[in-house]
């Protein structure tokens, strides 16, 4: 008597996870979530870091760099489906305070370079403190 190999069942994300019923749905979202994260990296960027020639664009890149990684740091290593992460507007506004507090503090003849590399590093502590705080 001989017997078949069995093959595991697959589940039903597997099953589903190329199918163009199930994939176009996804993309359409995957695509607006996007654009609307990126509205936002934006707008906060622009908030946080002020009206200062050299340092909104470069915080621009940098909201914009951070919601990407965090998005797919989500993505890969997030415990549900479903779940997407995108930036916060009460942080971007007290970092606004910060950066704001900072930016008003340095002389007339500040070079853009000494400010911003300031306020990038302010921002970093804070997000790192709030990070550990969040996390015990």
């Known amino acids: 008597m001989t017997t078949k190999p069995t093959v595991p069942p697959q589940t039903e994300s597997q099953r589903n996870l190329f199918t163009l019923h199930e994939l ?3 993309l359409t979202s995957a695509l607006l979530t ?7 990296a934006i707008s906060f960027a622009a908030l946080a870091f002020g009206e200062q020639p050299g ?7 940098l909201a914009l760099g951070g919601a990407v990684v965090i998005r797919l740091i989500i993505a890969v290593a997030g415990s549900r489906a479903g779940i997407m992460a995108s930036p916060q507007d009460v942080p971007a506004a007290i970092l ?8 008003g503090s340095f002389p007339a ?3 853009t ?5 300031t ?12 990070g550990l705080f969040l996390l015990m």
């Open 24 to 26: 176009i749905p996804t």
């Open 34 to 40: 996007g654009l609307i994260t990126i509205a936002y």
């Open 55 to 61: 340092i909104t664009s470069r915080g621009i890149g």
């Open 96 to 103: 606004g305070l910060i950066t704001g507090g900072i930016i």
């Open 109 to 111: 003849g500040a070079s």
């Open 113 to 117: 370079q000494e400010i911003f590399a």
């Open 119 to 130: 306020v990038i590093t302010a921002v970093i502590i804070t997000d790192l403190i709030i």
